[in-house]
């Protein structure tokens, strides 16, 4: 078992323990036979210390959390005699119930008391009771529990039995000290300290090895007494406590008396029989089992509670060149190991090799397949408690591909010092000049990520674009700050490039270099108005941020067509711009493609097309209509088309309104005919009332987008067919070929 500090997650801990905030000495001896019980079942344990307890105790709801709410596995508490008594105790297990949201279960060892805490009724907690009476009050509230003798005798193996001595001690708590009271009046004949107090442990055993009888109306001055083998009376106190304890394990045994009167005492020290402590025994054997049971139920007959895992070890740096640093980690998700790295320059590269870019870089791939996520590295608490609302916002985005997972590290210590350079994102294109032209006089450098946007390139096309970009740092005064990595390549098959990935990668490159930078600059592709639940969005982007470097979403305030218009009067991104991705033949600009065709539109309507030296001046519309559009790109369309309207070319605007109607037309169509294919799959009841309705749809469909139902009919035959008459599609056939 390892300890842990208030202001640190359980790290890869299965459980965590929680002793009692502010005990005494029987307290100290219940949370050792917990301690001794718990790594009898070889759980990695996590104890809790006594600034996080005291935060748990004192109801400080935020700090617990941030340290619990990612914890999946176990929580035990200690055992006492405090249900319901002691508010900071009630306090401490409410507040780390409630914290401890994604834990498996919740395990309070046995305890007494008058009351049922309204957050043990959570059904993930188990609370086993130390005598009958609790037992029936938290069985009939509804809580889960189990019977089971104080966890204090666990630890009689620490004791070495000394039955012998004279006299009678009396061990008596000392008014006003504690929430309970002594409910009897008996006159001590003896010496009188309330040892359990005052001592610790070595100390009370100190002050009893010369006495034969110990007579205490403190429980675990009485255990105590009973583990050295004396003979021991109990007294009564004001709640049922030891009464209901006696009654419950003691009364057998002969050398255990309950004392009400003076009789009961001159009785008690005549029979003077030594106990028999089968009690111990019996507490191992029950406790023992309460805890199998326990576990058994909630971590699978024993084994290791931690869901399926993806591992990332402490990252490493080596040399990668003149200049440049390698930051590279080894990724394992229990089928394959990979490697993952960034070579960065090395002025950017920190002393201690940051996990940061690698919980990024891992993140979705533990999502999509289930899996915690666990670093050996320590990682930003930034940007831990960030990745829960990231999470939140990938599931909800994406439900049938992402769900949270537990990402589990050591929270690193924050940085020294935080680097004030300023740095945007830079791959040549509209948005990045963009960026370029609205923050220059606050940006220290620009990143630019050899590849990252190029499919496969060829290594001589590469060095030319490295070359283009460099030219155009240089041209606008700022230094180039190059990485590549092969994060990419590596997150391909589990997350698409842009619709998940793209800004946690260009954010795991900053990470990557915070050393250097204190700020990057991530640049929009579309506006607040049009924005996609998309790999690049405003709402994400700054969750990616950390105590060392802040990741800042840039120019979601117009659109792309509002973009276009404003580099069209900077000289460099006329001289420099690179839009194309598909670069066929290694060019630079292929001039064909949906994106190029767009841009050079915009460029168009600016009046700059001719004056743009990296994309030809013919502008085919026709050939952009036949391109169609999508999703994805239809807010580009849109937003071009409201500048052409507003700039008077009808000549470009008639072609995109033309094209907004057809996808629109498209789309309704798809809604009706996802409407078809729920008819057609749910078949007639017999009433007629699905094939009416399916004939309904099936008239529209023809009378309207005929050739686009043809070839729907013809793809999925013979499906559909058998569900339309023959009849009308011959004559659907023969309509349209006359057309």
């Known amino acids: ?203 009370v055993l100190d002050h009893l090895r010369p006495f034969r009888w110990v007579v205490s109306d403190r429980l675990h001055g009485g255990l105590i007494a009973l583990m050295m083998g004396k003979r021991v009376g109990l007294l009564p106190v004001a709640y049922h406590k030891t009464r209901a304890f006696y009654d419950t394990w003691l009364r057998d045994d002969p050398g255990v008396t309950f004392l009400t009167s003076r009789a009961d005492l001159d009785a008690f020290r005549a029979r003077a029989p030594e106990p028999s402590r089968a009690i111990v025994g019996r507490a191992r054997e029950l406790s023992s089992e309460a805890l199998a049971r326990f576990l058994d139920e909630r971590a699978k007959q024993h084994r290791s509670i931690r869901r399926p895992e993806i591992t990332v070890t402490a990252p490493s740096m080596t040399s990668d060149g003149p200049g440049r640093t390698r930051l590279s980690a080894t990724i394992d998700d229990g089928d394959s190991r990979s490697e993952v790295w960034f070579s960065i320059p090395e002025a950017t590269a920190a002393p201690d090799p940051p996990s940061e870019p690698f919980v990024l870089a891992a993140l979705l791939q533990a999502m999509r397949h289930g899996k915690d996520l666990v670093l050996e590295g320590p990682v930003s608490a930034m940007l831990l408690a960030n990745l829960e609302g990231l999470q939140e ?138 924005a996609l639940q998309w790999g690049n969005h405003p709402m994400a982007t700054p969750l990616y941020s950390s105590e060392a470097i802040r990741v800042t979403p840039s120019g979601w305030e117009g659109t792309r067509a509002d973009r276009v218009m404003a580099i069209a009067s900077y000289p460099p991104a006329l001289r420099h711009l690179r839009v194309c991705w598909r670069n066929p033949d290694s060019a630079y600009n292929c001039g064909r493609c949906e994106k190029c065709i767009r841009t050079k539109i915009g460029l168009e309507l600016a009046g700059a097309l001719d004056a743009c030296a990296t994309l030809d001046h013919h502008l085919d519309l026709s050939e952009y209509a036949s391109l169609g559009v999508d999703g994805n790109t239809v807010s580009h369309v849109v937003s071009n088309l409201v500048a052409a309207r507003r700039l008077g070319r009808p000549d470009i605007a008639d072609v995109l309104q033309q094209m907004v109607e057809d996808y629109r037309r498209a789309d309704n169509t798809a809604t009706a005919i996802n409407a078809l294919d729920e008819l057609t799959a749910a078949g007639d009841d017999g009433s007629g009332v699905v094939a009416q309705h399916r004939e309904v749809l099936y008239r529209a469909l023809s009378a309207h987008h005929g050739r686009w139902l043809l070839g729907r009919v013809a793809r999925d035959l013979p499906m559909k067919v058998v569900r339309l008459s023959w009849t009308r599609l011959l004559r659907l056939i023969h309509r349209l070929t006359r057309r």
Not at 134 to 161: I, R, S
Not at 512 to 528: F, Q
């Open 393 to 530: 916002i990938y599931a909800g985005w994406f439900p049938d591909l992402f769900s949270p997972v537990a990402v589990v590290a050591e929270p690193a210590m924050p940085p020294d010092r935080v680097s004030a350079a300023i740095a945007a994102c830079f791959s040549g294109g509209v948005d990045s000049f963009h960026t370029v032209m609205t923050h220059r006089k606050r940006l220290d450098a620009l990143v630019y990520v050899d590849g990252l946007d190029m499919v496969d390139p060829d290594p001589a096309f590469r060095q030319m674009v490295h070359a283009r970009m460099a030219e155009a740092a240089d041209e606008v005064g700022l230094p180039l700050l190059v990485a590549t990595t092969n994060v990419r390549e590596y997150a391909a098959p589990f997350a698409a490039w842009l619709e998940h990935f793209h800004a946690m990668a260009l954010a795991a490159v900053g990470h990557a270099m915070a050393a250097g930078l204190g700020e990057l600059l991530i640049t929009a592709d579309r506006s607040y108005s049009t």
């Open 1 to 203: 078992m390892t300890g842990t500090s208030p202001d640190a997650a359980p790290g890869r801990a299965e459980a965590v323990f929680f002793p009692t905030p502010g005990g005494n000495t029987g307290d100290d001896l219940i949370a050792t036979g917990c301690r001794h019980l718990l790594a009898d079942t070889g759980l990695e344990v996590a104890i809790a210390d006594h600034e996080w307890v005291g935060a748990a105790a004192a109801g400080d709801l935020a700090r617990v959390t941030a340290m619990l709410s990612r914890f999946r596995g176990l929580v035990f508490f200690s055992g006492g005699g405090n249900l319901g008594i002691y508010p900071d105790n009630q306090k401490m297990r409410a507040t780390v119930i409630a914290a401890a949201s994604q834990a498996r279960g919740f395990l309070v060892f046995p305890q007494s008391g008058v009351a049922v805490e309204p957050a043990l009724l959570d059904e993930r907690v188990t609370v086993l009771a130390r005598d009958a009476i609790t037992h029936h009050m938290l069985a009939d509230a509804g809580v889960n529990t189990g019977l089971v003798p104080d966890a204090a005798l666990l630890a009689a193996g620490d004791m070495t039995p000394d039955p012998g001595g004279t006299g009678t001690f009396w061990i008596l708590r000392s008014p006003g000290r504690d929430l309970e009271r002594s409910d009897h009046e008996l006159v001590p004949d003896g010496p009188v300290a309330d040892l359990t107090w005052d001592l610790p442990l070595e100390g």
